[in-house]
């Protein structure tokens, strides 16, 4: 049983179910499974040796899915490749891992060379007919079946890099067995059935990916809304009458900051994950209230991808759960683990580790580092938290992360809890910049709704009337953007960099 199996499966169940919805453009499972068939005979008459990578540089179009079953049914290798990354970032990725075939859309052209690498067009521009376009090869190949190759468990399905804000990406690899886990996983968590309607808001390239098989598994359908924005993504849930999708906190925050949205329609959600970061204790109320109370979130890292930890509505209903991330899912275990290896009790606050069939199989061409990372076949996060005596999980922070001022420690996401109930902060982030006299400083920065006149002190008393003065930021810089990631992610180390020389508005 391969990753793939599920959609194929799924296609012989549900022939004439919508697999793809695109604006008024439906396709049905059996079209589908015949258009991924023929490409993958395509791949395979390319390049004919099993696991050979395939890089895929798209934004969410139905030809970058097209693409990707393609890949799992030919018994390639995927690497994805986010267009919205720097050319430079994906430059170093596509070296590292050395594509045999690389998918490029029409709008990415220039994000990449493929050197060597056989180039295969997705989404064509206008006027395309090359023969190297995707639809071109699925009108040459239609009707063909791909040879299905005799692999293990452990052979590599997907090469997919970390963030890289921590230092060099690394590459993980991710096996069969790792991605049948998530798959298994997310069914059993969530409860997805033929009713599902996943929409593709967030970049297939990371989170949102993972809940693709899942939903094709129980026969759903997959959204395609084009460009996403918050109003988009609004209208898009109304429009199709969404269930399922997952975002990143800082999109739920703009939507919820949209005019109007009290009386916007969510009645059809029933699973809006949240993943990527901790959305914040004070929001998950009023998201929940309005979203359908359909608000739920997994934990997960790319060595141990999206479901290791999980949260669903009904559990995050309990205020005493609005901090937490959930609890263990299945085929994982999750610990609190001290520095000497140690497994903690419940309360005891140390780093959350990991251990199954979710976790890679280490970073590729990197033999230290994965030694470093999975010791006696637990992962180590490097996220630091608690697991209470219910089995609940909560994390505070990256380890590295923590501020130490003044010989006390401070967690950054407890002072941001506190920081976005302000009024005018619509998004902020806290991080240490050192200091002779305190070690670090606790430092914030903030993102304001437009037309306000709040200030730098007035902020900074606003937390410290709720924590502490250690706790308090002593620096609070006010700024029109805050650097994110290319999945809406803020960034903490580089907006560290950013202050490193601190020349914003001391606060206290």
């Not at 199954?356 to 590729?364: A, N, T």
Request: proline share 6%.
């Amino acid at each position: 049983m391969l990753p793939i199996d599920h959609f194929l499966r799924a296609a012989v169940r549900f022939p004439d179910r919508t697999a793809i919805k695109d604006g008024d453009r439906e396709v049905r499972y059996a079209d589908l499974a015949r258009q991924v068939n023929a490409l993958a005979a395509a791949l395979q008459d390319i390049a004919p040796a099993p696991q050979g990578r395939v890089g895929i540089c798209a934004y969410n179009t139905v030809e970058h899915l097209l693409a990707w079953l393609a890949v799992f049914a030919a018994g390639k290798t995927w690497v994805p490749l986010n267009p919205r990354n720097g050319n430079d970032e994906l430059k170093r990725i596509f070296e590292v891992t050395s594509p045999e075939i690389v998918v490029v859309d029409a709008d990415c052209a220039d994000k990449l060379e493929a050197g060597s690498a056989y180039r295969l067009t997705g989404k064509p521009g206008a006027g395309d007919t090359s023969d190297t376009t995707i639809a071109a090869l699925i009108e040459k190949f239609d009707g063909q079946m791909p040879v299905r190759h005799d692999v293990s468990l452990d052979d590599l399905q997907a090469i997919k890099f970390t963030g890289g804000s921590s230092g060099q990406p690394k590459g993980c690899m991710q096996t069969y067995r790792v991605w049948n886990t998530c798959i298994t996983s997310m069914l059993l968590e969530f409860g997805f059935n033929q009713d599902d309607r996943n929409l593709l808001a967030a970049p297939m390239t990371h989170g949102t990916n993972t809940l693709i098989m899942p939903t094709f598994a129980v026969g759903g359908t997959q959204v395609f809304m084009g460009p996403s924005k918050p109003e988009s993504i609004i209208d898009a849930i109304e429009r199709d009458r969404v269930t399922t999708m997952f975002l990143p906190p800082t999109v739920i925050y703009m939507m919820m900051d949209q005019p109007g949205i009290d009386a916007r329609d969510f009645s059809s959600l029933k699973h809006m994950i949240v993943g990527g970061a901790a959305i914040r204790k004070d929001e998950v109320p009023r998201a929940m209230k309005i979203f359908n109370n359909a608000l739920e979130t997994c934990f997960g890292q790319t060595e141990a991808p999206q479901i290791a930890i999980c949260m669903r509505a009904a559990d995050w209903q309990d205020p005493e759960n609005w901090a937490s991330t959930g609890r263990a899912t299945c085929n994982t275990r999750v610990e609190v683990m001290d520095g000497d290896g140690n497994i903690l009790a419940p309360g005891e606050s140390g780093e959350i580790v990991l251990k199954g069939d979710l976790v890679m199989r280490g970073y590729l061409d990197m033999p230290d580092k994965t030694a470093e990372t999975i010791i006696d076949g637990w992962l180590h996060t490097g996220d630091v938290g608690i697991i209470d005596a219910r089995g609940f999980v909560y994390i505070k922070d990256r380890i590295r992360d923590v501020v130490i001022t003044g010989g006390f420690n401070v967690y950054p996401s407890d002072v941001e809890a506190v920081l976005g109930q302000h009024p005018a902060v619509t998004e902020c982030v806290v991080f240490g910049i050192p200091d002779r006299k305190w070690g670090e400083v606790v430092t914030a920065a903030v993102e304001v709704r437009p037309g306000s006149n709040a200030d730098a002190a007035e902020i900074a008393a606003f937390v410290k009337a709720r924590l502490d003065s250690v706790k308090a930021p002593k620096v609070v810089h006010i700024v029109d953007a805050l650097p994110r990631s290319p999945v809406g992610k803020v960034l903490r180390r580089e907006a560290k960099v950013m202050f490193a020389n601190p020349e914003g508005e001391t606060a206290a």
